[in-house]
């Protein structure tokens, strides 16, 4: 893929690939993030607890043997 026989304009194409690429991975990041913070505060209503992050699903998770 990336040479020194490469253009500007071979260059920009690649980034291009790589920028829409990187958008959609941030994209689905964020989303991941929502759907944790929504099943923190879901686990803090349920488990009648305050402050729940999503280090503190983990864990529960593994001692529950689930993870």
């Known amino acids: ?3 020194d026989t490469l253009t500007d304009l071979d260059v920009l194409r690649y980034a291009v690939e790589a920028l829409r690429e990187h958008e ?3 994209q689905a990041l964020r989303a991941s993030d929502q759907r944790l913070r929504t099943l923190c505060r879901a ?3 349920t488990g009648h607890v ?3 992050a999503p280090e503190h699903l983990r864990r529960a ?3 529950r043997g689930m993870l």
Request: with cysteine; net charge neutral; glycine share 6%.
């Open 1 to 3: 893929m990336i040479t």
């Open 24 to 26: 959609q991975l941030r």
């Open 43 to 45: 686990y803090d209503r």
């Open 50 to 52: 305050w402050g729940t």
């Open 61 to 63: 998770c593994e001692v």
